[in-house]
């Protein structure tokens, strides 16, 4: 089963790529739908609900944290660099209490995408989530865009936390940024805590996956280390939404029949 854990559609635009969304969507089983922060974040969650509400059978919704009431999503995304707080503010942390609670994930988007603007790069970094993984060991976290432009304590902290997951959200163009976060991910011993991500719109999955599947050949005949194709390939088709607890029984149905259906084709039947 493969499942996007990283896409956005910015529904308050005047024309959202709805089109777009959908056909990138239909290279993968599922994908994570992100709210976007928006000056009307409560807008964005239920345009974003209504959205997701519509396309049960591939999409699963995480709304911008601060939300105001049920709108059918699957759990929450924290963009605490472009909004100005620190992940372990003390509000925020009963926020997470009630997380931890309820059993949903929350998708921490502190990436190079958040960092070049009027964001606060201090509260970007990955490391500050340690306290938040300490007092909520249970609670599911992604760590988007493997926190880049600090990769290094991404890894760290997904080694000390079982429930810290990162979305391996890479640029195909960039060769050697991505050679460096997959090897370090293998070196670190953490690539079974790595999850498949586009950032669409700035990413498409299709491509994404021929680039993380065609690894080994980013850098043609050199001599630098290589990671299994096996481990790289794990990383594509995990199922991530049963690893952070979402529960889709339509999306579940969807891919093992698509999956009983190849392997049917593959028996010539």
């Known amino acids: 089963m493969i499942v996007d854990c ?36 409560a807008l964005s969650n239920e345009k974003t609900a209504q959205y997701v509400s519509d396309h049960v059978d591939k999409m699963v919704g995480f709304a911008v944290v601060e939300p105001t009431q049920d709108l059918h999503f699957s759990g ?34 502190n990436g190079d ?6 964001g606060i790069l201090a509260y970007a970094q990955p490391y500050l989530l340690d306290e938040v993984a300490r007092t909520f060991p249970d609670l599911k976290m992604i760590i988007g865009c493997m926190g880049v432009p600090f990769v290094d304590q991404t890894l760290a ?3 000390r936390h079982e429930n810290v997951y990162a979305d391996l959200t890479i640029r195909p163009s960039n060769v050697w940024q991505t050679y460096n976060i997959v090897v370090a991910a293998h070196e670190q011993g953490v690539m079974d805590r790595l999850v498949f991500g586009s950032g669409y719109p700035l990413g498409n999955a299709e491509a994404c996956i021929e680039a993380l599947l065609g690894f080994n050949t980013l850098l043609g005949a050199t001599n630098l280390p290589t990671v299994p194709r096996g481990s790289i390939r794990n990383i594509v088709e ?8 979402v529960v889709h ?21």
């Open 238 to 245: 995990r199922n991530s939404l049963e690893l952070l607890g």
């Open 249 to 269: 029984s339509q999306i579940e149905s969807n891919a093992l029949s698509t999956q009983k259906d190849a392997i049917l084709e593959n028996q010539g039947t």
């Open 113 to 118: 995408l958040d960092v070049s603007g009027d």
């Open 76 to 109: 929450f995304v924290a963009y605490c660099s472009s909004s100005g707080f620190h992940p372990a503010h003390s509000k925020a942390m009963h926020f997470y209490a009630a997380l931890q609670e309820l059993g949903a994930p929350l998708f921490f988007h």
């Open 157 to 159: 902290v997904l080694a």
């Open 6 to 41: 990283h896409t956005h559609l910015d529904f308050l635009k005047s024309q959202p790529d709805v089109a777009g969304h959908r056909a990138a969507a239909d290279r993968v089983d599922a994908c994570i739908v992100l709210a976007c922060p928006n000056d009307d974040r």
